[in-house]
């Protein structure tokens, strides 16, 4: 799995600040944002005083968010490119129907391997031989034989199915849930913050968890978003899951 932020607002805080200060102020908008970035006019600010202002954005912003009125995050934009996620996954995070996504699709890209030799693999090949080749298509857990087997079962049949004339968009329903895609997907900040208080949490699958996990870090490697940290969090703190959280592995 690769997930890389290809895309987000570097003038974040600007932008979060001036929807903050724009709901409680008589300035406008743009008189709003002006200010913050020094627009229109040459000023002579020390690099203190830069940092300075920065904090006391973040902490306007914090006091806004911490009282409940999020719609002020919804003007950051994050894009991620990810990689190598299985179909099941896509089932989850596409119930975040307020992202957009953009997904690699099984009717137009053929899976095309040897069909005699994935015959021949099926009999005589070793495990490691049958993961080697079928990680390039599937998502593993682990090595379990039986999956192993029931994946390139699936291939096989997969591969017939293309070779007796079925087009993929046909073909590609005896593929199993763990196939392999590739997603863009956009969001705002505050969907973000939702997707993260939902799927970092333990009783969250792993996969998804993971594809969230890498999301947050890169977000968080950016010195623009250090500051949402305490934000791209597991919301613990309103857990309605009757599980308890020791017993999840």
Not at 5 to 15: G, K, T, V
Not at 64 to 73: A, D, R
Not at 167 to 180: F, S
Request: aromatic share 8%; net charge positive.
């Amino acid at each position: 799995m690769e997930v890389k932020l290809i895309s987000y607002n570097d003038n974040i805080i600007d932008i979060i600040h001036t929807a903050c200060r724009t709901c409680y102020s008589k300035l406008t908008p743009i008189e709003i944002y002006n200010k913050d970035t020094y627009a229109g006019e040459e000023f002579d600010i020390s690099i203190e005083q830069v940092k300075e202002d920065r904090i006391k954005k973040i902490e306007l912003i914090k006091k806004v968010m911490n009282s409940g009125h999020l719609s002020t995050t919804e003007h950051a934009y994050f894009t991620f490119a990810i990689a190598g996620v299985s179909r099941a996954l896509l089932a989850q995070i596409t119930r975040h129907r307020l992202c957009s996504f953009s997904v690699q699709s099984q009717r137009y890209v053929e899976i095309k391997e040897n069909l005699e030799d994935l015959i021949v693999l099926n009999t005589c090949g070793t495990k490691y031989q049958k993961i080697e080749l079928l990680s390039k298509y599937f998502v593993f857990k682990d090595d379990n034989d039986l999956f192993i087997d029931s994946c390139l079962n699936a291939l096989i049949q997969y591969l017939q199915l293309t070779k007796e004339g079925y087009k993929a968009e046909d073909a590609r329903n005896v593929l199993p849930n763990a196939t392999k895609t590739n997603i863009v997907l956009s969001c705002n900040l505050r969907q973000l913050m939702h997707i993260c208080n939902l799927r970092l949490c333990k009783h969250a699958q792993l996969e998804v968890r993971t594809m969230v996990g890498k999301m947050k870090n890169e977000v968080l490697s950016k010195p623009e978003c250090e500051w949402l940290k305490p934000y791209l969090v597991p919301n613990c703190k309103n857990c309605t899951d009757f599980r308890d959280c020791k017993e999840i592995k």
